[in-house]
């Protein structure tokens, strides 16, 4: 069994509303609202879902780069809540981020060998007179050449910007990776490049990742097991297989008969969703999906539905919907 490197119980992530000419706070949006799940080490844990739909504030309020409302976060065995600042900044180390957005999130006015030094001086994870070939090596390893190692960011290519990213969260060898729709800026060619460049560093590092995303054409690609997360909740996780192959819940399903096929014998029929996402401000009563889903019933409306998992599941595959068993049977049908 691989060893449990990173637990999350119960976290949340409201972000106050100011009002008045007081400025007091007034309502929350509630971008996180008690999600759970663990992470072991050396796999690749996604996270999916529509945009506002909490996954990006995750991975932040783990990092704590906003700090989370209340809940638990453990890494190898320590609260990271728990930690001052001074004691955090260190703990970074082992956990680093690659942003979406591989331009805005390095240094313009730094060059590359200026970049990655930065990050070893700022952890002291390389004494200085190894940097030279320790950033040499890290280049030659994201797949960018020696030559490159004193030009500007805007020298290069998106990808070759995203790479520039990944070799920053390399140069301090750390043990979680929290990519944050790392490929969603890039052209698909480039996207497969730093996919596969990506599982290429898991098996070489042994590094563990948490992958937020929002096309599950790439998570099918890179994870081992899956979130979907709606409104701020987690509504289903599974591993990848059976999280493709038998979705529990009607919006995982919603999700996934999006996704393109070339299979005409195998395709799925399309589930269209009506209404928009609601506002996390003020989020409806028990199951959060119920103002879109064709499966609705006053239950659902009054109680909130745990996740859990069906005696007909394995491996962990849990859903947070009263009526799995039943839509699975075919004994409820759609009541809108």
Not at 248 to 264: C, G, R, V
Not at 289 to 295: A, K, L, N, S
């Amino acid at each position: 069994m691989p060893k449990e490197l990173l637990k999350v119980t119960d976290l949340k992530q409201h972000f106050p509303i100011k009002g008045g000419i007081l400025g007091r706070t007034v309502n929350h949006v509630k971008a996180v609202d008690g999600v759970t799940f663990d992470i072991y080490e050396g796999e690749t844990l996604s996270i999916v879902g529509e945009s506002g739909c909490g996954k990006s504030t995750t991975g932040r309020a783990i990092l704590r780069l906003d700090e989370p409302t209340s809940g638990q976060v453990e890494f190898d065995g320590e609260d990271l809540l728990s930690f001052n600042k001074r004691r955090m900044n260190k703990e970074r180390k082992n956990m680093q981020i690659i942003f979406q957005d591989p331009y805005a999130s390095i240094n313009p006015r730094q060059t590359v060998r200026q970049i990655l030094n930065e990050a070893m001086e700022i952890q002291k994870v390389v004494p200085k007179k190894d940097r030279e070939a320790r950033i040499r090596e890290i280049m030659d390893t994201v797949g960018l050449g020696p030559h490159q190692i004193d030009r500007m960011p805007h020298e290069f290519s998106g990808g070759q910007r995203q790479r520039i990213g990944i070799a920053r969260a390399l140069a301090v060898n750390p043990k979680l990776i929290i990519a944050d729709e790392a490929v969603s800026a890039l052209d698909v060619s480039i996207q497969a490049q730093v996919i596969n460049l990506l599982k290429k560093l898991q098996k070489d590092f042994n590094l563990t990742y948490l992958f937020i995303a929002h096309d599950l054409g790439v998570v099918r690609h890179i994870s081992d097991r899956v979130i979907v997360m709606y409104l701020g909740k987690i509504v289903e996780i599974a591993d990848k297989k059976s999280l493709f192959s038998n979705p529990q819940h009607p919006y995982t399903k919603a999700l996934l008969s999006a996704i393109p096929s070339t299979d005409m014998e195998r395709k799925r029929e399309r589930i269209t969703l009506k209404g928009d996402v609601p506002s996390p401000i003020d989020p409806p009563t028990g199951c959060r999906f119920h103002t879109r889903c064709p499966f609705a019933t006053e239950k659902c409306v009054n109680e909130t539905p745990q996740l859990r998992q069906a005696d007909y599941l394995k491996g962990g595959h849990q859903a947070a919907c009263h009526y799995m068993e039943e839509i699975e049977s075919g004994e409820h049908q759609p009541t809108r």
